[in-house]
């Protein structure tokens, strides 16, 4: 039987650095190996920590690392990977061309939480319920992991591997987020199903959608909490890719995206409700994107 321990207090004795550059985070993670663990905001790994489920040896602090932070637009928008949920949620640039991502972060727990939360972090934790990953692989969004022997880019929907594991090797550092440089009649929305506000999704899915008159060119569906990493809905892009779309369309592709999930019961929700759930939401979501793209309302 399980006895929960005490979550108040961190039990384990570690050791704690502060590194200023990457060189030094490259240094901590040879010196201390696989027992060392990367921290930036905490919000997932101190909870474990207090829980007793990992004991790491020494935690390798990024939130001083100035290469790990800022955005910039080059080609795209790049984003550093200890920018906070909270500035995401915030950040004009992100809100106007990128929506989906804007409202994933709006949508991320509580306000504490935002602001300490980091993008990478949320990444790397690898949950398959993780809120910016469906609309992050919606924009086609890269990674960007380097170590001592260089960097190498890795699209997000290669990084995940399963529940709490990633492309990322030990001597690895996630440095920063690629998005697809937006485009003319694009349009993108996020939509989460959860108990509460401030919980983990039971679904969420996210759409990025590209219009050409009245007709779709470019079709973009993820969905997060159905399957053991977060997914794209390939074969429901290509069934609205070069349509026109209306109602009965849309609904469609819904089903076609819900067909495809591979969700589980737990305690958050049954698989049966997952499975229905992505319907309806991927439905809403891609009704909202052919919208804020310009599309003229579903007949």
């Known amino acids: 039987m399980y006895i929960a321990t005490n979550t108040h207090i961190l039990v384990a004795e570690f050791d704690y650095v502060e590194p200023t550059t990457l060189e030094e985070v490259f240094w901590h993670l040879s010196e201390h190996g696989p027992q060392a663990r990367l921290i930036a905001g905490g919000t997932d790994l101190l909870v474990q920590m207090k829980m007793e489920r990992k004991n790491p040896a020494c935690l390798i602090s990024l939130a001083r690392v100035l290469e790990l932070q800022g955005m910039t637009s080059n080609s795209g928008l790049t984003v550093g990977a200890t920018a906070s949920i909270r500035s995401l949620a915030r950040s004009e640039p992100i809100g106007r061309h990128y929506t989906a991502l804007a409202e994933a972060c709006n949508a991320f727990s509580t306000i504490p939480i935002m602001v300490m939360a ?3 972090g949320n990444l790397c934790n690898a949950s398959p319920a993780a809120d910016t990953a469906p609309p992050l692989l919606a924009f086609d969004a890269s990674v960007a992991l380097v170590s001592r022997a260089g960097q190498r880019v890795v699209p997000l929907e290669d990084f995940f591997l399963g529940p709490g594991q990633t492309a990322l090797r030990h001597d690895e ?4 987020v690629h998005l697809a440089e937006s485009v003319r009649g694009a349009g993108s929305a996020f939509v989460k199903v959860a108990r509460v506000a401030a919980d983990i999704s039971q679904v969420c ?9 009245d007709h779709v060119i470019d079709c973009r569906i993820a969905l997060g909490a159905v399957a053991p990493t977060p997914v794209r809905a390939h074969r429901a892009e290509a069934f609205l890719t ?13 089903r076609i995206a819900g067909e495809d999930t591979k969700p589980i019961t737990d305690v958050r929700a049954t698989q049966e409700y997952r499975r229905h759930a992505s319907r309806v939401i991927v439905r809403d979501a891609l009704t909202t994107a052919w919208l804020r793209a310009g599309g003229r309302e579903l007949k």
């Not at 899915?205 to 008159?213: H, I, K, L, N, S």
């Not at 070069?242 to 819904?254: F, L, N, S, T, W």
Request: charged fraction near 35%; glycine fraction near 14%.
């Open 118 to 120: 980091t993008l990478g």
């Open 173 to 176: 550092v996630l440095r920063s």
């Open 205 to 213: 899915a996210a759409v990025r959608v590209v219009r050409d008159g």
């Open 242 to 254: 070069g349509q026109r779309p209306d109602r009965g369309r849309v609904d469609d592709a819904a």
